[in-house]
């Protein structure tokens, strides 16, 4: 199953609005490295009947501290992370959300990845809040 999603950048205006979630917030946090030219997903599901707002956050990633990371949502089956369109963008770490949207009920993924930059292996923080 694949569930509507409309990601933004945090810095782009978005139009999508979120639908009243019914169940309980979540707020999961993974952590992981990412080897030069790899990437790393953790599954999550989204219980909330209908659409809801979920938000990522890549909050730590080094060394160095500066450097720029792909981190996305993706739909997850048989232990695969496939990203979906739109749902991904190049980010450094912040401690506000980089990408939001609404997703609706099922199984999702997040993935942080190599943007083409490393030279050594990244040690990340990812946080996903959703319903």
Known sequence: MLGALVLSSTGCASSSAATSP???????????AVDVGGQAAHPFTVAASGSSEATVDLTTAGPPSTIFMGVGVGSYSNSVCTLLTNG???VQARATAQLSGTLTGGSYCVMVYDAGNQTAQVSYTVVVTHY
Do not use: K, P
């Not at 019914?22 to 992981?32: A, I, K, M, R, Y």
């Open 88 to 90: 991904y963008a190049i």
């Open 22 to 32: 019914t169940g309980t917030l979540s707020t999961e946090t993974f952590t992981g």
